[in-house]
DNA sequence: TAGACTTACGGGGACCGTAACAATC
DNA sequence: GATTGTTACGGTCCCCGTAAGTCTA
């Protein structure tokens, strides 16, 4: 018993006529009767009730009927979700972000996947990167932001951002007269630090090992809005991706010289296969890059 | 979308591995393989993600694996309502016997058809002939008893008895001397009638016309033992098909002449397909009586 | 004679088995 | 080298289409 048995069965059952049932199956009569023929056979009872010009069911057939319509209901409901998953009309998204591309940057991108898939479940939250990449070990998340250059061997991911950082002061700050700054001078001024994500502060204690100096922090934060409201009130300097304060006249934005800059990957474990709907965001990610690269253009 | 696919794709599913979900469907990895990717294919997403030494089931796949299994039980319960049916573990008869071969002969009868297929539903019921054949034309029997000779042209069915109909006196009547009596004498005699089934008074009322006499009905009930009380008591005679009387001292049994031979069938709707379980019950009956014929000789 | 089902036969595709190959430990 | 999965190839069986046959109105 097969489900294309099935399929004729319930066809002959509902038009009680073969050759009607055949048209509407889109092959020819004779099939139908061999199909029939064979699951008769097979379950060794009769299903029909062979009258002069048509057919009805025998109490057997009607018993088979019954089942019958629910199997292929069950397969109608299991390829429907199947074309739903691969349309990304079903599934979900769990993606770990740094603070300030969470800020600064997916909403705009996450908002666009979300009017091009609609009906996927999304989860987007925010830790530092020491904590996204646990996580996704862990498989709490299945994606998030971490570091190209020190993305952890058991992780896979695709580059999709490159970024600066530069120090941030008051454009009333004697720092705002400069274009460029070292990151051993920038270290020596009073420092607000965003500590959200470790990486930064990572930067700070390494250079000032180097230097073999004390590191000059007066304040720490994860709430960016803090910070800048500290940095604009002339309290001291931060450093910050060039995004989060492009655009606001209270800050000026300092390259450093040589420039640090940071590559961004969204990665997910290597052994791991990426659902459809976290695959779609990926390329939708890369892609939206692509684009916005060939606009700036 | 095959029932067959789905069978492979659970067996690897639960045991995680294609070799040994091979092993377990009795066939080589290869088709395993080659199965699943078809699958895969067909659906345009992967279902397992391929590692070292086992496979797991992707986001999509334990999707697929929940509805495969609802898939497959519902065979599976198809399947054995099917098989309960062909081995009669499932099914009803419903059946119309008439008084006297519902008390005489069908008792023994169907309680070893009961002995053979335990599960099956039973309604036997009695009526009259003539009812029997209308509750049958309404479908509101499967199958009944009537006369072989005069079985309506809508219905069909197969002889399974024949039993003779003799003038029943009581040992002490002083009809109870003779061996035959024709059946002209017997109608003069003080009658007592069971007026059950129609047919034997049918037979007396075409007799009487026939002579042109009045019957000389004295009691008429459809109560056999009170019948047999007042033949008993002598009150007068009846007549009986022979089983009822046979091995009872009190009564005395004479044939008519000529004999009187009614020939029983068991029928049902020429239209109507019989159940397997109504079926096998024909069988059953036909069988036991060729049986029976074979010991006695 | 027309309409409906059955039977017989041939072709194409699906599935299985064999065998060789690739990859990982 | 042993185990596991993939690919390639050939054979068999199932299903479909064509064509002829049977039955009934």
């Not at 979900?92 to 991108?109: A, Q, S």
């Not at 006249?249 to 990957?265: E, T, Y």
Request: hydrophobic content about 40%; aromatic content about 8%.
């Amino acid at each position: 018993m097969n489900s294309r048995q099935l399929q004729v069965f319930v066809a002959v059952a509902e038009v009680g006529n073969f050759t009607k049932a055949a048209r509407s199956l889109n092959i020819v009569q004779p099939a139908v009767s061999n199909t029939i023929k064979k699951l008769e056979e097979e379950l060794q009872m009769s299903l029909f009730m062979r009258k002069d010009k048509s057919v009805s069911l025998t109490t057997e057939g009607k018993v088979l009927l019954k089942n019958a319509r629910i199997i292929l209901g069950q397969f109608k409901k299991a390829e429907l979700e199947m074309v739903e998953l691969r349309q990304m009309e079903r599934g979900e998204v769990r993606l770990g972000v740094t603070n300030t591309l969470g800020m600064y940057y997916f909403p705009k991108v996450i908002e666009a996947f979300k009017q091009r898939h609609p009906n996927l479940n999304f989860s987007v939250q925010v830790f530092g990167m020491r904590k996204i990449e646990q996580l996704i070990e862990e498989d709490q998340l299945d994606m998030g932001v971490v570091m190209l250059e020190n993305m952890p061997n058991n992780m896979t991911g695709r580059h999709f951002l490159t970024d600066e950082i530069v120090a941030c002061a008051s454009v009333l700050h004697p720092l705002a007269q400069h274009e460029t700054i070292t990151y051993k001078k920038f270290i020596r001024e009073p420092l607000l630090v965003f500590t959200g994500g470790a990486v930064q502060r990572e930067l700070i204690e390494k250079t000032c090992k180097a230097e073999n100096i004390d590191s000059n922090v007066i304040f720490e934060t994860n709430l960016i809005p803090l910070i800048k409201n500290l940095v604009s009130a002339g309290h001291g300097v931060t450093s910050f991706l060039r995004p989060v304060i492009e655009g606001d006249p209270r800050f000026k934005g300092i390259s450093f010289n040589p420039p640090i800059i940071f590559d961004f990957a969204i990665a997910w474990k290597k052994s791991c296969h990426l659902s459809m709907a976290n695959q779609a965001f990926v390329d939708f990610l890369i892609d939206y890059e692509k684009q916005k690269k060939n606009t700036n253009q």
